[in-house]
């Protein structure tokens, strides 16, 4: 049979989310940030990080007492362009948006702007804050650390995080140019998809302790917090498909992510205390805005993206296939859909909504899928 997808217009899946991390102990103003950096991922298609990480990520946690809901945002430097921030194992999306603040306010001034975050948490899509800087003609620039889950080239522990390395950049199209991708082949958030959809992974994702390909979902993702499985870096195993590459470029986000703010890294990471028992994850997260206008006119900038984004789509297209894409173009496209569908929700997330509703009381909710 089937499974029954049904969909959420925007407004009501926001609301939701807000509504529920304020049950949760978030201050209103905060819960409205986190909730709108949650449904911008479920708005451009990116559903590893939306509603579906609601509960798992951010409510688990905070009921754990993991997570703090009041986040304490303490400027631990502040100098002309840079800044460092201590967000103390509150609200990621929180410290990361004033940490984003910071870094525009000093491009603006300065041309560019730079700020750090340590003891930190998940802080949703990366993308949501390059994506800041695009609204005001800069460049934009993030990345962040996370629990260890990339092993090293020729290795087979989980050492690195999936650690994204993002950019948004404007350009005189509808959509800029948007890159928000992990350093491995795939990511956590990914599998948990496969997960709530009771779908196998495809063979190099994964692999386990003898460096054995593993597509076994749901085994994987207790195995991943455990040890005994690790994702692969981009371009896979080994130095044949330039594994190397992605294994380096993890390295770099991971350093700038713990070195300049003098946070906790690698094993620093897994959520686990030597005894077993959950801890903060105190993540790192850096920020970088470039304003254009510093180098040259802003239009002029823009139509040379353009430019380079139209010609990519526009050169010869392999056999059988009818499209080329440029990075952010598929998320704008998903956007124009769900603008008038809504966010799909499976039978899985159904399941987590009507509990969480239950669970918060906010009765005042009606979904499509009550029973």
Not at 110 to 124: A, C, E, P, Y
Not at 199 to 209: A, C, M, N, R, T
Not at 249 to 274: N, W
Request: aromatic fraction near 10%.
């Amino acid at each position: 049979m089937a499974e029954k997808i049904y969909y959420i217009d925007f407004e009501t899946l926001e609301n939701f989310m807000r509504d529920v991390f304020v049950a949760s102990g978030v201050p209103a103003e905060d819960a409205k940030l986190c909730a709108n950096v949650l449904i911008t991922a479920d708005k451009l298609g990116i559903d590893s990080h939306g509603i579906g990480r609601l509960k798992p990520i951010y409510i688990d946690r905070i009921r754990d007492g993991i997570q703090k809901p009041v986040t304490e945002v303490e400027w631990v430097r502040k100098g002309p362009a840079t800044a460092v921030i201590d967000a103390h194992d509150g609200m990621g999306m929180v410290a990361a948006k004033a940490a984003m603040d910071y870094a525009m306010d000093a491009a603006e001034k300065f041309g560019l702007g730079m700020t750090v975050v340590r003891n930190s948490t998940h802080f949703g899509i990366a993308g949501y804050y390059p994506l800041m800087a695009v609204k005001k003609n800069m460049i934009g620039i993030c990345g962040t650390n996370a629990r260890p889950s990339i092993a090293p080239t020729f290795g087979v522990e989980n050492m690195l995080g999936t650690n994204p390395l993002t950019f948004a950049i404007p350009s005189d199209e509808e959509f800029p140019f948007f890159l928000d991708c992990a350093t491995s082949v795939s990511q956590r958030g990914k599998i948990e998809v496969y997960a709530r959809e009771g779908k196998e992974l495809p063979p190099g994702w994964v692999i386990d302790s003898e460096g054995n390909t593993r597509t076994d979902t749901e085994q994987i993702l207790i195995d991943l917090v455990k040890g005994t499985a690790a994702l692969t870096p981009l371009g896979g195993l080994g130095e044949e498909t330039a594994g190397f590459k992605g294994y380096g470029y993890a390295t770099v986000v991971e350093i700038l992510s713990a070195a300049l703010q003098q946070g906790s890294f690698l094993k620093g990471l897994l959520g686990f205390s030597p005894e077993g028992k959950k801890q903060p994850y105190h993540l790192g997260h850096f920020f970088i805005a470039i304003n254009v206008e510093a180098f040259c006119d802003a239009a002029d900038f823009k139509k040379t993206t353009g430019d380079i984004l139209r010609d990519l789509r526009a050169s010869r297209k392999a056999p059988g296939c009818e499209r080329i894409y440029t990075a952010g173009e598929k998320e704008y496209i998903a956007f124009k859909e769900r603008s008038v569908k809504g966010v799909p929700v499976n039978e899985a997330l159904q399941k987590v909504m009507l509990q969480l509703r239950e669970e918060c009381k906010l009765d005042q909710y009606k979904f499509p899928f009550d029973c």
